[in-house]
């Protein structure tokens, strides 16, 4: 048995009294399937490390298969590690030579359930949790049997734990496959792993061996959105101290954009440059695009994630400043500085303009124009 985890958990008592329940009634004899799901860095894989570990103290026995998404895996992965870690090598021969066919294929059904019988023989001994970490990177064939598994073993000692990233939507997630999750998680329960709150933050930092400052938490709460891997990311690189944003961190966030287009993210440069979406004929007016495309491009990042309402202030805006920051680094000076002097022109003209809110938000964007 592997020794304590590295990353102590913080926080996620919800979602491990709900994880306990469901453990205890597969334990005994009602198995069932909870998906964990949410943005890249939320936490997924180490709160399932967390339910596998407490799972082994109550004596069940794990199998842990991840999908991959480099391409170039056999149909069904992660199934054939799975299967091998229970030690049902026929089982695995089976898979082998699975070809990805249509839904109605019958040779299929027989094949899943065969793979059927073997788990719940495995479950008939001790009680099983199985994880399927980033299903979004797996087949739909894949999905197909964990549905068909979390169905036929209802009545076993297995819990099935699949987690998948939320931003699906993006360009590389096939629309099969998106099918095929939320038809999986219809069947289950859904647990949806949001940001870390202020008090799980200042756990993290105090563990990080930073003395934390009050102020410090909530920038750090503001920047990250409680993202446990920005949140870590943030202190290692110091970010408290005012340095760029990491290049590591960078990177992982605008790999979040990649499927918005040329005009779409430079409305989104402007929704980071005002600093909320707030009145969509600002947006419009600012970039220049017209309000039905900001409208479009507000939704579509909403579903993504990547647009929330502040917890404290209910503006909506970036989930985190860090994204906003990232977005706003990664644009041409010149092109950031007509975009505050656009700002500050469009806010003077607006009714609103005397209001100290409006001279404040004036005064900012005309001295980074002035910048
Ligand atoms: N509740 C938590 N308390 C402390 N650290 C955490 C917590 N959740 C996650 N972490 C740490 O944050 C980092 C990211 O977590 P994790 O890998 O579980 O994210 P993920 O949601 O699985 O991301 P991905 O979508 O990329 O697979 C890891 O270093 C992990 O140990
Ligand atoms: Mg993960």
Not at 123 to 140: F, G, K, M, W
Not at 300 to 329: I, K, Q
């Amino acid at each position: 048995m592997p020794g304590p985890h590295p990353t102590p958990l913080v926080g996620r008592a919800r979602e491990l009294d709900v994880l306990e329940v469901a453990l205890d009634s597969a334990s005994r004899g009602f198995g069932g399937l909870v998906a964990l799901t949410g943005e890249a860095g939320i936490g997924k894989t180490r709160l399932a490390e967390e339910v596998v570990a407490r799972a082994c103290e109550l004596g069940f026995v794990p199998a842990w298969g991840s999908g991959w998404p480099e391409g170039g895996s056999p149909p069904l992965w992660p199934w054939q590690d799975i299967l091998e870690q229970l030690g049902d090598a026929e089982a695995v021969r089976v898979l082998d030579g699975h070809a990805e066919r249509d839904a109605l294929d019958p040779e299929r059904f027989a094949r899943f359930r065969r793979i059927g019988q073997a788990v719940a023989k495995a479950a008939s001994e001790r009680p099983l949790i199985i994880v399927v970490d980033d299903a979004q990177a797996t087949d739909r064939g894949a999905l197909l049997l964990a549905r068909f598994l979390a169905r036929s073993l209802h009545r076993a000692k297995v819990l099935l734990l699949v987690t998948y990233r939320i931003d699906l939507g993006s360009a590389a997630d096939a629309p099969e496959v998106v099918d095929a999750l939320v038809d999986l998680t219809a069947d289950g329960t859904r647990l949806e792993l949001r940001g870390l709150d202020e008090a799980d933050v200042a756990e993290v930092v105090s563990r990080s061996g930073r003395p934390p400052a009050a102020s410090d938490l909530a920038a750090l709460r503001q920047l990250t959105g409680g993202n446990p891997l920005l949140v870590h990311e943030a202190l290692a690189a110091g970010v408290l101290d005012h340095s760029p944003v990491p290049s590591r961190v960078r990177r992982l966030l605008l790999s979040r954009l990649a499927p918005f287009g040329e005009a779409e993210r430079s409305i989104l440069v402007t929704v980071a440059v005002l600093g909320a979406t707030g009145d969509e004929n600002l947006v419009a007016a600012v970039s220049g695009a017209s309000v039905a495309s900001v409208r479009a491009v507000c939704e579509r990042a909403r579903s993504a994630g990547l647009l929330r309402p502040d917890p404290v202030s209910g503006h909506e805006g970036f989930a985190h400043g860090l994204l906003r920051d990232a977005l706003v680094e990664q644009e041409d000076a010149p092109v950031l500085t007509a975009m505050h002097r656009r700002a500050a022109d469009e806010l003077a003209a607006l009714p609103s303009a005397s209001t100290p809110e409006a001279v404040t938000r004036i005064a900012h964007h005309r001295a980074l124009a002035a910048a």
